[in-house]
Structure formats: C-alpha cells, structure tokens
C-alpha cells in the first residue's frame, strides 16, 4: 500500500490565487491519463503508476480549491477500462477503496463534498457501500464538490438517460435539452468549463460527452503523477485568457464594433487580449 495521502492542515485562512486571474472556472474536469507510461518510464508495473497518480489527487483537488473552483470532476475509470487485464482493474477497484477509506474523513474536515458519477451496480458491495458512506457523510459540504467518474461512459450514460425519460412516458414534444441534462449522472452540477487531459492526448475518451459541448480544453504533457501546481497554474492562465462566444460573437467582434476597420488596434486579435505572440492563448469557435 502506497504511504498516507497528506493533506494540508486547517487550510485559514484560504490563501489568495496563486496566479491572479481574470475569471477562474467554476467547474474543471480532468482525464487523468499517463500512469502507466509514468511506471513505465521509471521500469515500474502499471499499478504503481496508479498508486503515483492516487497520491496525486490531494494536491490537485487544495490547488484548485485555492482558485475558488467549485467542482471539480476527476475521470478514474472507464467503462471501457474493464477491458485491461484483471489484475490491473482489481488493483484500481483497491485504490478507489483504499482513497475512500483514507481521505474520506479528510475531504469532509475541508469541506468538500463527494459525488460519484457512473454505474456502481458492477462494483463489489462493499465498494459500493463505502462510496455511499462517503457520499453520505460529506453531502453537506459547500466549499467543492469532487466528483468522481468511476465505471463512467459519456455514451453509456446518453442511452441511460433516454431509457429512463421513456419509460417516464416522457412526450416527445417535452424533450429538451435542459430535459435531457437532469436525466444526465451530473444533474444539479454546472457544465464543466474546462476539460484537461494529462500525457498529452487530445482525446475526450468517451467522458462527459454532454456536458462537454462548449468546454474549454487544455492538453498538457505532463503524466498525471507528476502534474503539479505550475500546470494547473498555466491550465487556468490559459482559460481566464480564452474568449468563450458559445457560438455567437462577443460585442467587440461583429461588423459594427467600433474598432472594426479590417484590423484590429496593437496588433492583437481583440482589444481584450494579450498579444499573440504570448503562447498561452486560445481561440474558440
Ligand atoms: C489513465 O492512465 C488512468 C486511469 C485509467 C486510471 C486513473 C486512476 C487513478 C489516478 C487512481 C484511481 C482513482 C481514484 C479516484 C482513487 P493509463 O494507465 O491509461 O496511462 P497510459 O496511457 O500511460 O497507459
């Protein structure tokens, strides 16, 4: 078993910002992807890297609570991760356990609150029961939720919720997207703004596929184990920098904005932005 997760002690008061932004997300959802490549490049089994990327979620979660973010989504387990060999999933099945038993009382001492997403009926009882008694005993907290998806699938979860809004007898006519969304594992949560992947793939993987529509992405090359605060801090540089249009324009961009005249003042994009030349910005559609 790898050693106790630490956690920071009566964290008051909160500290400000690491790096100040201009908007922060309220809702980060991360792929942790890498553990095995990070065992692998140190000539260890893939369940250590597990075990790395296990101890890594504390660090992660007071990061993002420093920034203010109010939920936070970690992908641990796929519904396709059953297909890796037996010993690899039981040993994830264990680590989910084992995080459970040692951080449970933790995360509730700091305030954050426990939501599972995906399907527990495949899970072993006594998992499932412990995910409950987390769940449970956390349900009050307000300062972040954190939500994990284990044996979660985007898909699988699209085809649960259209089940369940027919056998409701729901009319056609009624189906919308806002219907569709409180049928969906994460009613009651915000859409994610931000979706980050470690180990650099550029993949959604079948995670929050709903939910995701106009999420903001950010890759980043580091494997899970090793992702630390200047990721997080440059993840979250990144998206405060990002004009999100939703599909519509923002007032400075149509024909009719003042400064509109085929080009735009300092060089830059848009009048709001950094210079181009800075790396860290992206442009949506
Ligand atoms: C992807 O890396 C990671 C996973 C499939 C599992 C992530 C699980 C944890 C971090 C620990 C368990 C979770 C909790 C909440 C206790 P990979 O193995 O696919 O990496 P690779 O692509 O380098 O092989």
Redesign the pocket.
């Known amino acids: 078993m790898p050693p106790v997760l630490r956690l920071r002690r009566n964290p008051s008061p909160p500290p400000p910002p690491p790096v100040p932004l201009v908007r922060a997300p309220r809702h980060v959802a991360i792929i ?7 065992a692998r490049s140190r000539g260890k089994p ?1 369940l250590a ?2 075990r790395a ?2 101890e890594n ?1 504390r660090r992660v979660i007071s990061r993002f609570a420093d920034y203010g973010v109010e939920y936070l989504t ?1 992908y ?3 519904t396709e ?1 059953w297909e890796r060999p037996p010993y690899e999933v039981r040993g ?1 099945m264990r ?2 356990s084992y ?1 459970l038993k040692r951080e449970a009382n933790e995360l509730h001492k700091e305030g954050i609150r426990l939501l599972h997403i995906g399907d527990l009926s495949p899970l072993s009882p006594r998992l499932q029961d412990q995910i409950r008694d987390a769940i449970e005993l956390t349900k009050n907290n307000t300062r972040m939720t954190l939500a ?1 998806a ?1 044996n979660y699938g985007g898909r699988a979860e699209i085809v649960e919720a259209v089940r369940r809004i027919a056998a409701d007898g729901v009319p056609p006519e009624q189906v919308s997207e806002g219907l569709i969304t409180a049928y969906m594992n994460t009613a009651g949560l915000p859409d994610p703004d931000l979706v980050i992947r470690t ?1 650099g793939e550029m993949r959604l993987s079948n995670f929050l596929l709903w939910q995701s529509a106009y999420a903001e992405f950010c890759s980043v090359s580091a ?2 184990p090793d992702f630390d605060s200047p990721h997080i801090d440059d993840c979250l540089l990144a998206y405060s920098q990002r004009r999100r249009r939703f599909g519509g324009l923002l007032p400075d961009e149509t024909d009719e904005a003042p400064s509109f005249n085929g080009h735009h003042a300092n060089g830059r994009a848009h009048a709001d932005e950094p210079p181009r030349d800075n790396g860290r910005n992206g442009h949506s559609a």
């Open positions: 942790m992807d890498g553990n095995g490549r990070w893939r890297g597990h990327g296990t979620i970690l641990a387990f796929s991760n994830l680590l989910l995080f994990i284990f180990a494997c899970w």
